[in-house]
């Protein structure tokens, strides 16, 4: 048996939503340039009807830019990664919603810190915030290292502290107190770049 279709005529005679192929033609057919469109569920055939087909046309070239997500990774998901010009140098981090890539939190630029470091914060921060938020979601993190150092519940860095980032050394503090404070469920798992390419949480700068 066929699966129900929805068709949806932006311009035609009578611009809707038809339940069959033969109600579409009929407001399709000797209509120069008629914009219609099938679907496979009325509430996405109702949603691109309410929104237009130029919007509609705009928002699924961005979707089919959009890379994408390898069949092994967990779409309830968050990830995790940092950036730094310079080791050390200028760093930041950020996490985001590996399927929308939506950014959930972001830090820095902080002077003098180094990728690890940032690597580090980034994933005690993830695991704060999906607490708070009372998640199941997962957490990934591309840094074998920080990963290992999460679970030593210390940020191992050689680092020297200096007045330009006691900053951060702050925040490594936190993150130490925090983990070695607050037990958690969250699941981190590492983010195998080689074979799935960059942390969808990647700056993009390499």
């Known amino acids: 048996m066929a699966k129900q279709k929805y068709y949806v ?4 005679h009578n611009p809707g939503i038809y339940k069959t ?3 579409c033609k009929l407001q399709i057919k000797n209509y120069s ?14 949603e691109a009807f309410n929104m237009g087909f130029y919007e509609f046309q705009k928002l699924s070239k961005l979707n089919q830019l959009k890379p994408k997500l390898p069949r092994e990774v967990q779409l309830n998901s968050i990830c995790v990664d940092a950036a730094s010009s310079g080791n050390p ?3 930041e981090y950020r996490g985001v919603e590996t399927q929308t890539r939506k950014v959930l939190f972001q830090k820095g630029p902080f002077e003098q810190a180094t990728n690890n470091i940032g690597e580090f914060l980034a994933l005690v921060h993830g695991l704060a915030f999906l607490q708070k938020q009372q998640s199941s979601r997962v957490l990934y993190s591309d840094s074998k290292i920080a ?4 679970k030593q519940k210390r940020c191992k ?5 200096t007045q330009s980032n006691a900053e951060v050394f702050e925040l490594i503090k936190r993150a130490e ?10 699941k981190i798992l590492k983010w195998e770049t080689k ?12």
């Not at 005529?9 to 035609?12: A, E, M, S, T």
């Not at 074979?195 to 390499?206: Q, Y």
Request: no cysteine.
């Open 21 to 23: 192929w033969e109600d």
């Open 177 to 186: 107190i925090w983990l070695k404070t607050h037990s958690y469920k969250t």
């Open 147 to 150: 990963i290992g150092w999460v």
């Open 89 to 91: 140098g200028k760093m």
């Open 157 to 161: 860095t050689k680092l020297k502290l």
């Open 33 to 46: 340039q008629a914009k219609y469109k099938s679907f496979h569920s009325l509430a996405t055939a109702e």
């Open 9 to 12: 005529v932006w311009d035609g």
């Open 195 to 206: 074979i799935w390419g960059e942390i969808p949480a990647d700056f993009g700068r390499k």
